[in-house]
């Protein structure tokens, strides 16, 4: 049987159907017709030779676009960032009037910094102008799991729109006899939405600043 593929713009209107056929006998082609034809056509991709079947034949996650944020710091009012067990690197930056903001998480918490690095909030927050996941996870015992413990942080960020968008990520067990692959570190990530996804700590460690390093006396690589 034939993938039927339909094609539509933004503003919902149809552009194009076709069905996706089998391989050509020589195996360098695929058969494809469009919609209520019975023509049947040859196509190809340059500098490729196949079929081009399997790329239509994906689960549905596939499809689905792994970017967790993807933001202009210009969108942003709040971003609020909590290390449920390092409260003390814990942040709330504002969209406020005359610039940014920067302020502990929790109220009780004594600001004594020193001076503030010049740029270091707006350099943060350009990192999440494209920050996404290795792969989305069908998995719902384990995201069970996950909600019921504590994450390693939480991400909580308001647009200037209204739109709200969470972030909780949780430390993927490495197992030392594992392979390479395995030895990676990952996280699980839960979004607002409760879609679980596997994420990699040399994507994400961009946005894992403490408070102490928007300020002068900071130590560490940022």
């Known amino acids: 049987a034939g993938i039927k593929v339909t094609l539509y713009s933004d503003a919902d209107q149809l552009l194009k159907s076709y ?38 034949w994906m689960p549905a996650n596939d ?28 942040f709330i930056i504002r969209d406020e009037e005359g610039g940014w903001a920067i302020v502990p998480f929790h109220d009780d918490m004594v600001m004594d910094q020193g001076e ?9 927050l350009r990192a999440y102008s494209s920050v996404g996941a290795e792969a989305i996870l069908q998995d719902d015992v384990l995201r069970d799991s996950l909600v019921r413990s504590e994450p390693f942080v939480h991400i ?8 709200h968008q969470e972030l909780a990520m949780y430390p993927v067990s490495i197992d ?18 409760g879609d679980l996804y596997l994420t990699q700590h040399l994507v994400f460690k961009k946005l894992f600043w403490g408070l102490e390093f928007f300020y002068q006396n ?5």
């Not at 503030?116 to 943060?124: F, L």
């Open 19 to 56: 069905y996706i056929g089998g391989s050509t006998p020589d195996e360098r082609g695929t058969y494809i017709v469009m919609a209520e034809s019975d023509h049947p056509a040859v196509v190809s991709m340059p500098n490729f030779e196949g079929s081009l079947r399997p790329r239509f």
């Open 116 to 124: 503030e690095k010049k740029g270091a909030v707006e350099a943060y």
């Open 176 to 193: 030392p006899e594992g392979s390479v692959r395995d030895r990676l570190e990952r996280y699980y990530a839960i979004d607002g939405n």
């Open 218 to 222: 900071a130590e560490g690589d940022n």
């Open 156 to 163: 909580s960020l308001l647009e200037k729109n209204g739109d």
């Open 63 to 90: 499809w689905r676009d792994r970017i967790l944020f993807r933001l202009d710091p210009d969108d942003i009012k709040e971003l609020r960032v909590n290390y449920p067990g390092q409260p003390n690197h814990s």
